[in-house]
């Protein structure tokens, strides 16, 4: 898979009720003008907290994608997204990997 598959999105801050709808205008604009991209990589680095509808603009997003033969995966993410992932069961659902170094090597050669 070449680097134009893989679309990097890089949050930062508080993902709740303000930033959802702005992470979900960031996935339409890329739905209208990417054709090539096959994964949209959410890096979760720099999040520092997450609520519900943070939450909702993910599995929002995920359909979205999947709708049109496209995967979001996830990298990074601290434990308290960690626990909230976990806690309503989206840690099954969402592909999740530790850092985007690992993504790179465990995702990136099978693809």
């Keep these: 898979m070449t680097t134009e598959q893989v679309k990097v999105v890089q949050l930062s801050g508080i993902l ?14 890329f739905l209208k003008k990417e054709s ?8 979760f680095q720099e999040v520092t907290f997450m609520d519900s509808s943070g939450l909702g603009a ?8 999947q ?3 496209r995967n979001l995966v996830i990298c990074s993410i601290n434990e308290q997204v960690r ?3 976990e806690l309503t069961g989206m840690d099954k659902v969402f592909e999740i990997y530790s850092s ?6 465990v995702a990136m050669p099978r693809i």
């Design 58 to 65: 993910l599995v929002l997003a995920f359909k979205a994608l």
């Design 83 to 85: 626990i909230l992932f």
């Design 36 to 43: 090539s991209t096959k994964i949209v990589l959410i890096d």
């Design 100 to 105: 985007r170094e690992e993504f790179n090597k």
């Design 67 to 69: 709708a049109v033969d």
């Design 16 to 29: 709740g009720v303000a930033q959802s709808q702005e992470f979900r205008d960031k996935i339409d604009e």
